[in-house]
């Protein structure tokens, strides 16, 4: 076969091999408009939340893990002797201590967090066990069941003003109407600390023998509503 023979197939299957890529393209989209629309409500906190932690530095890890346990189930004990608060354990952690890298002790600690809708029964819970343990945080929350039954209704209103808004665009851009082509709602809001420390050494505990003085106040939830629409003339 000679190259003027040949030539000409190959030029052809070239274009042949093309014609996929080209037809795969996405078709264009027009008469599109993207936006977004918020509703938001302020919200009084009715949750009171509170991190405390037992903590022990020494040299032995497997004593301080035991001295740990013992503070631990004391806290418990006391904790379930109030009504109406959850409690639950966290972060149970053992990590070296280093000075001049190299391992000089050891640190074990674990947290505990209480939470209740009755804020004087957490604040003198939070001072009893402050007996032995470091207070590390107290924050105001909005209770899960308050925070839906607000979200639900927000959602309700953002949903509505994301259509007001398409009607007035569709009505200023001269369309008849419009259809949806896609829509995201999300949720923002959440814990209001109130007090945060860091962790105390165990001899200082008798120090913060009470909860620092707080105030629920409120926060703000909000709930957003962002989409797509295509407007048409039917």
């Not at 629309?37 to 022990?56: F, G, W």
């Not at 913060?208 to 629920?216: D, F, G, Q, R, S």
């Amino acid at each position: 076969m000679t190259v003027k023979t040949w030539m000409p197939v190959l030029g052809a299957a070239l274009v042949l091999a093309a014609l996929p890529a080209v037809a795969h393209e996405p078709e264009p989209r027009y008469n599109r408009a993207s936006f977004s629309v918020s509703a938001t409500e302020d919200v009084a906190n009715d949750t009171l939340v509170a991190t405390l932690a037992a903590q022990r530095d020494g040299g032995s890890a497997r004593q301080l893990a035991v001295e740990v346990n013992q503070v631990m189930a004391w806290a418990l004990a006391r904790s379930k002797e109030a009504a109406g608060i959850k409690v639950q354990t966290l972060d149970y952690q053992t990590s070296p201590i280093y000075q001049k890298n190299a391992v000089t002790g050891w640190r074990v600690s674990q947290s505990l967090r209480l939470e209740g809708r009755d804020t004087a029964a957490v604040s003198d819970l939070v001072g009893a066990l402050q007996e032995r343990l470091n207070l590390q945080q107290v924050a105001y929350e909005v209770s899960r069941e308050r925070r839906r039954e607000v979200e639900d209704r927000l959602i309700g209103e953002a949903i509505a003003a994301f259509q007001a808004r398409a009607k007035r665009l569709a009505a200023g851009l001269e369309r008849r109407s419009y259809r949806l082509v896609q829509m995201d709602v999300s949720t923002g809001g959440g814990p209001v600390p109130v007090f945060r420390q860091r962790a105390m050494p165990a001899a200082m505990a008798e120090v913060a023998a009470a909860p620092p003085a707080i105030e629920a106040g409120t926060q703000t939830i909000t709930v957003g509503v962002s989409g797509e629409i295509e407007l048409t003339t039917d």
